[in-house]
């Protein structure tokens, strides 16, 4: 998605020719405006990633700790896996939305804005299997976990009617986990799981800056390639009948980075051509998370659940270029709470069942200032027939503390085999 954003005023060229080549830098100086939840390496809607919520899990909250809907539980608490059928496949594909205010040269000192801009990303973001033999689950699942995706920014400057310059911005971006994960069964009441995890990425970042009268330009790219690994696990107690604990925890990692960063400079009419290249491997110091989910049974047809997530995000490191960019980040947390009615009917001729789904979160975003959180409504149904579910799933969220009231929203469609 594009986002047209428009200047209210005239830039003298010199100006806008001195910040062009400010920003264009690949090292952010130290007093630059903190960004928050917006910083370049952010994932889109929210920095609390733990796992990924497929569309079951999505209509009830983000609540995942506690139930296995499918192979996904791998990505969240790998202990639920025991509990699944003895051979699973499952796919997922989702929409997710966000708007922001203030991010890269976004109302940070180049480029105003009035309004908030939107992006929105549409992707194939799981697919995994799973298979019991011999009391053992193991599972092979890859993810879309983090996007990076920015709304894309087109300004021209125009006197007396003639276009003088123009001023684009673009970024996009992705993590990818490749997760392998076994779990059993220890007795009638508990399960345990544990996972290892392969992340890999990239990010793509450009600011280009055209003088069309002066006949120059100036321009900045930015390439990452992220790699990482680490541990993810879990345990699953059946307390009672009704009742069903769980725990879960992600090791913490660094997600290297080998970037390139190439600043260039062209005079057609002088014939000039200066490049001047970066290149540095850094790391992004990943914090370690930890959970607790509950699922408890009112009857066999209605079900509450709930997670609280704990993220360490006063342990996040920013290395960039070879300089520690500072991230004013405080330990934070997520809050979910879910309802799932399931409705029996005949058909076709088959018994099928319809999960009815419900939930609230509480996303508390890492930065000091702003004091950000999203509160977030979810809602979700599908329709399961003998071993074939397809569930959809969407999120509705609506952040506090920034003043600029941004928005956020996911959707997901899933469909997933039992045999």
């Known amino acids: 998605m594009v986002a047209l954003i428009m200047l209210k005023t005239g830039v003298f060229p010199r100006f806008l020719f001195a910040l062009a080549i400010m920003i264009a830098l690949p090292v952010s100086s130290p007093a630059q405006l903190v960004i928050g939840q917006y910083e370049d ?25 506690a139930q296995a809907d499918d192979c996904s539980a ?40 009035e309004r908030n801009q939107g992006v929105g990303v549409w992707a194939l973001d799981f697919g995994g299997i799973s298979v019991r033999f011999r009391g053992w689950t193991v599972a092979v699942s890859a993810a879309l976990s983090e996007l990076y995706d920015r709304p894309q920014a087109y300004v021209k400057t125009i006197y007396g009617g003639v276009t003088y310059s123009s001023l684009q911005f673009d970024q996009s971006g992705f993590l990818r986990t490749i997760n392998l994960a076994i779990a059993r069964n220890l007795g009638c009441r508990f399960q345990a799981g544990l996972g290892v995890n392969f ?16 006949g120059f330009s100036i321009s900045q790219r930015v390439n990452q390639s992220f790699s990482g690994f680490y541990l ?93 960019e500072r991230r004013d980040f405080q330990d934070t947390f997520k809050a979910a709470a879910g309802v799932e ?42 329709i399961h027939i003998g071993k074939l579910a397809f569930d959809i799933g969407g999120q509705f969220g609506r952040e506090s503390g920034s003043g600029r009231r941004l928005e956020t929203a996911r959707i997901c469609v899933s469909l997933s085999a039992g045999l």
């Open 341 to 382: 009615y399931v409705l029996g009917l005949g058909l076709f001729g088959h018994q099928a069942s319809i999960p009815l789904r419900f939930g609230l979160a509480y996303d508390r975003q890492p930065m000091r200032s702003p004091r950000s959180a999203y509160a977030i409504f979810t809602i979700g149904t599908g």
């Open 74 to 113: 791998a990505l969240s608490n790998p202990a639920l896996l025991a509990g699944l059928p003895r051979l699973t496949f499952s796919l997922n594909g989702s929409y997710s939305g966000s708007s922001m205010f203030r991010y890269s040269i976004i109302n940070t000192g180049v480029l105003f804005s």
């Open 199 to 214: 992340v890999g990425g990239e990010l793509h970042r450009t600011i280009q800056d055209e003088y069309f009268q002066d």
């Open 232 to 324: 993810n696990g879990g345990l699953r107690a059946r307390v009672s009948e009704r009742f069903d604990l769980a725990l879960a925890f992600r090791t913490a990692f660094n997600k290297k980075s080998s970037g390139k960063s190439e600043f260039r400079y062209q005079a057609s009419s002088a014939g000039t051509d200066i490049i001047i290249d970066d290149a540095s491997d850094d790391a992004y110091h990943q914090p370690w998370a930890a959970g607790i989910g509950a699922r408890y049974s009112l009857s066999a047809r209605f079900r509450l659940f709930g997670d609280l997530t704990y993220f360490h995000w006063s342990g996040y490191k920013v290395d960039y270029f070879g300089e520690d």
């Open 41 to 65: 390496e952010a994932p889109l809607r929210t920095w609390n990633t733990f796992g990924l919520a497929t569309a079951a899990s999505t209509g009830r909250g983000d609540t995942m700790l």
